[in-house]
C-alpha cells in the first residue's frame, strides 16, 4: 500500500496535516523511514525552543539539515530557561553560533524569528548573504545599537528589534567582542533608502544612537510599533522621525506613556495617511484628546486600553470626529459610562463593523447598554465581550436580537452566560463563522452539541474539551469545522 503513492502525492498530502504538534502529524512519522523524510521534507514552517548550551549548535545544525525546505523559522529559549546558563553567558558568541547554524542551513528563508538571544552585527551580515531572499527578521540586540547592517538585506520588508542590556558578567567580554568588528559597528551617515514596510522596535531608550539613521532612512514606512521604549532614538532622531512618521498607515504604542504624547501630537500635525491606531499601557488624558480633535487622517480603526485615562470626554471626541470608523476595540475601560458608549453606537451607526468592549464593567452595571448598542449598531460583524464575568444572559441576549449578521462573536471568559445565551446564538446569528465560549462555566455540553448542529456556516470554535461531545467531534470532523480547545 505505502508503494503505491508516489513521493510527490505524499508530499502533498502532508502540507495539508496542522501546522502544529498534532497525531496525525506523528503518526505519520512513525509508518516508515521514507514518510518521515517525506514529511520533514514538506515542512516549510518550523518553530524550536532551545536550551541555551554549547552542544546545542551541533544538535540545531543536525536537525535543521532534515527540513530543506523551511521558509519560515522561529527560534527561542525554552519556557524553563528564563536568563542564560553560566556556560552561555560565558560566551556572548553563542548566539552568534547559532545564528551561523540557521544561515548555512537554510537559506530558503524568507521569514525569520531569532529571539533566542542578542546577535552581532557581523552574525547579521553573514545572515544577509546566505539568505537574501528574508523579508521577515526578529532579533534582539545589546546595547549600543547599530543599524547599518538593515542595508544588506535588500529584500528586507518586516523588521522587529529587541534592545536589551548586557548582563553585569558579559560586559567586558562584549566589549572585546565587539572590538573584532571594528568597521562593521559604527552609525556613519550612509545615504540610503530602505525597502522596510513594517518596523517593531521594543526597548528604545532617548540615548540610543544608531535610531536616528534608521528614522531616515525608513522612507517607505507604512507600519510602526513601539514597545516599552522611553524615548525614540538620540538627540537628532526626532526630526527624522517626523519626517519618517509622514506616510504611516498603521501604529501601534504599548507601555510607552513617556513618549506617546510625542508621538501621537506628531502623528495628528504630519500624518494624513493614518487609518488604525492602537495605544496601551498609557498615556495622558490630555494627550489623547488632543490627538482626536486635531487628527487629519480618516481613522478607520482605533483599539484602546488605557484602564485609568480613558473617558467619556474621549469617547464624544471620537463620535464627533471620527464617524467612519469601521473597527472600535476597547479594554478595561474603567472610567467609561453607559452614556458615553451609547452616544458612540449613534454616532456610527452606519459603519462599525466590529466592536469590542473586553474587561469593562460599564458592560456589567448599566442594564440596557448592550440592548441599545445592538439596536443602533445592526451592521456590525464581529462582537467581543471577553472576559466580563458579570455579564448576564438577559442582557446578552437583548442586543444578540439586532445582530443578525454577526460572523464572529467573542465571550471568553463571560462567565455568567448560561447554556441559555449559546443556544439563542444559533437562533439569532445564523451566519455565525468564528465563536471563541472558552471559559464559560455555566454553560453545558449539551448547549454546545445544539449551537454547532444548529450553526449552517461555522467553521471555528473554540471551547473547553470536556464540553465536546462524541456527536460535536465527529460533526466537526465532516463539516470541516476547526475545534480549538
Known amino acids: 500500500m505505502e508503494n503505491m503513492l508516489c513521493d510527490e502525492l505524499l508530499q502533498e498530502i502532508f502540507t495539508k496535516l496542522p501546522t502544529t504538534p498534532s497525531s496525525s502529524s506523528l503518526s505519520v512519522c512513525l509508518v516508515s523511514k521514507r514518510w518521515l523524510n517525506l514529511y520533514r521534507a514538506s515542512k516549510t514552517s518550523l518553530s524550536l525552543r532551545i536550551i541555551p548550551d554549547n552542544s546545542m549548535v551541533f544538535s540545531m545544525s543536525s536537525l535543521l539539515s532534515n527540513y530543506p525546505f523551511v521558509s519560515s523559522l522561529s527560534v527561542a529559549l525554552s519556557s524553563s530557561e528564563s536568563t542564560e546558563t553560566t556556560s552561555s553567558r560565558s560566551n556572548p558568541s553563542f548566539f552568534d553560533r547559532l545564528l551561523f547554524v540557521v544561515s548555512s542551513s537554510c537559506s530558503n528563508l524568507k521569514h525569520l524569528r531569532f529571539s533566542a538571544g542578542p546577535v552581532s552585527v557581523s552574525s547579521l551580515l553573514s545572515l544577509s548573504e546566505a539568505c537574501n531572499h528574508l523579508t521577515s527578521l526578529t532579533v534582539s540586540l545589546s546595547r549600543p545599537l547599530y543599524f547599518n547592517w538593515v542595508a544588506s538585506f535588500s529584500c528586507l520588508k518586516e523588521l522587529s528589534v529587541y534592545a536589551c542590556d548586557a548582563d553585569e558578567v558579559e560586559n567586558e567580554v562584549f566589549r572585546r567582542y565587539r572590538e573584532t568588528e571594528t568597521g562593521l559597528c559604527s552609525n556613519e551617515e550612509i545615504d540610503t533608502v530602505l525597502g522596510l514596510e513594517s518596523l517593531c522596535l521594543s526597548g528604545i531608550r532617548s540615548a540610543d544612537t544608531g535610531v536616528g539613521w534608521l528614522w531616515r532612512s525608513c522612507k517607505r514606512l507604512k507600519r510602526l510599533q513601539l514597545k516599552s521604549c522611553s524615548g525614540i532614538g538620540d538627540g537628532g532622531s526626532f526630526a527624522n522621525f517626523v519626517k519618517c512618521s509622514q506616510g504611516l498607515e498603521e501604529v501601534k504604542l504599548r507601555t510607552c506613556r513617556s513618549i506617546v504624547d510625542v508621538v501621537l501630537l506628531n502623528l495628528a500635525e504630519n500624518c494624513d495617511s493614518l487609518n488604525s491606531l492602537l495605544v496601551y499601557d498609557g498615556c495622558s488624558r490630555e494627550g489623547l484628546l488632543q490627538f482626536i480633535s486635531h487628527c487629519r487622517c480618516n481613522l478607520q480603526k482605533l483599539d484602546l486600553r488605557l484602564p485609568l485615562d480613558l473617558n467619556n470626554v474621549h469617547l464624544s471626541a471620537v463620535a464627533v470626529k471620527f464617524r467612519g470608523l469601521s473597527v472600535l476595540r476597547l479594554q ?121 448542529l444548529n450553526s449552517p456556516q461555522l467553521r471555528r470554535v473554540e471551547v473547553d474539551e470536556n464540553k465536546l461531545s462524541d456527536v460535536v467531534r465527529t460533526w466537526a470532523l465532516q463539516k470541516f469545522i476547526e475545534v480549538v480547545v
Open 332 to 452: 478595561s475601560c474603567c472610567l467609561v459610562s453607559g452614556d458615553g458608549l451609547k452616544a458612540l453606537g449613534v454616532a456610527m451607526s452606519s459603519g462599525l463593523e466590529e466592536l469590542a468592549l473586553i474587561n469593562c464593567d460599564v458592560v456589567d452595571r448599566e442594564p440596557g447598554l448592550l440592548a441599545s448598542l445592538g439596536q443602533n449598531l445592526k451592521q456590525l460583524r464581529k462582537l467581543d465581550l471577553s472576559y466580563n464575568e458579570m455579564l448576564l444572559d438577559k442582557e446578552f441576549m437583548a442586543m444578540l436580537v439586532s445582530c443578525n449578521y454577526l460572523t464572529e462573536l467573542k465571550l471568553r471568559g463571560c462567565k455568567g452566560l448560561t447554556s441559555m445565551a449559546v443556544v439563542s446564538m444559533s437562533k439569532s446569528c445564523k451566519r455565525l463563522q468564528t465563536v471563541d465560549i472558552m471559559h464559560c462555566c455555566r454553560v453545558g455540553a449539551e448547549a454546545v452539541e445544539l449551537f454547532v
